[in-house]
């Protein structure tokens, strides 16, 4: 072989290796077994809970597919109701036939209810399987609007590939994603020495 055509069929072999690469890690499935995901980077991306407006773009945008964006229930604040807003778009519906008749708020099927009190009308836990979830905001679109607010999207780090340009914050309405530290950072080169006076009970 000429070392012309050596050098086109490498280059060739070369490009095809790094596109299947990028091909398995934007479309491979999320390992749920797995604890989190470090990926040695100092900023990733998130979304600010007080400018999201749970538009959907998130589910479209990301350039992964399924999308990074997962949806959480605060536990804190969700109230267990009987019937969740943002599970059930029937909220009217008697709680022993929301498993078999109520018609979901998520398309996906995502939102989980577990009863963990006895009884039909006990208190339920609502929770997201990630597996199912793609970020479509529909749970919390309508838990923000009618309920109490509890529901609320996240970029999950260790699904999220850290572009330099978030694709989703390109392209949200609401200027919602920002770029965070993935740890405490402390940027302060100054005098640390009343610092140590106070700490040391030193008179300043």
């Known amino acids: 072989m000429e070392r012309r055509n050596f050098l086109r069929v490498g280059g060739q072999l070369t490009g095809a290796a790094l596109l299947a690469t990028a091909a398995a890690r934007i479309f491979s499935p999320p390992n749920e077994d797995a604890e989190f995901i470090a990926q040695g980077r100092r900023f990733c991306w998130q979304i600010d809970p007080e400018k999201c407006r749970y538009c959907g773009i998130c589910e479209t945008a990301c350039v992964r597919k399924p999308s990074a964006v997962k949806a959480l229930n605060d536990q804190k604040k969700c109230s267990n109701c009987v019937v969740c807003y943002g599970h059930i778009t029937d909220t009217h519906i008697e709680s022993e036939k929301i498993d078999r008749e109520g018609t979901r708020v998520c398309p996906y099927n ?10 039909a009308d006990g208190m339920f836990l609502y929770s997201h399987d990630q597996s199912n979830c793609v970020g479509c905001a529909k749970c919390v ?22 572009c330099n340009e978030c694709a989703i914050a390109v392209a949200c309405p609401h200027n919602a994603i920002e770029r965070i530290p993935r740890e405490p950072v402390d940027d302060y080169h100054g005098d640390y020495r009343f610092d140590t006076a106070y700490i040391n009970g030193e008179d300043v």
């Open 110 to 119: 995502a939102v989980l209810r577990k009863n963990f009190s006895g009884g």
């Open 141 to 162: 679109k309508r838990c923000n609007e009618r309920g109490t607010q509890s529901m609320f999207l996240v970029i999950r780090p260790d699904l999220c590939l850290g």
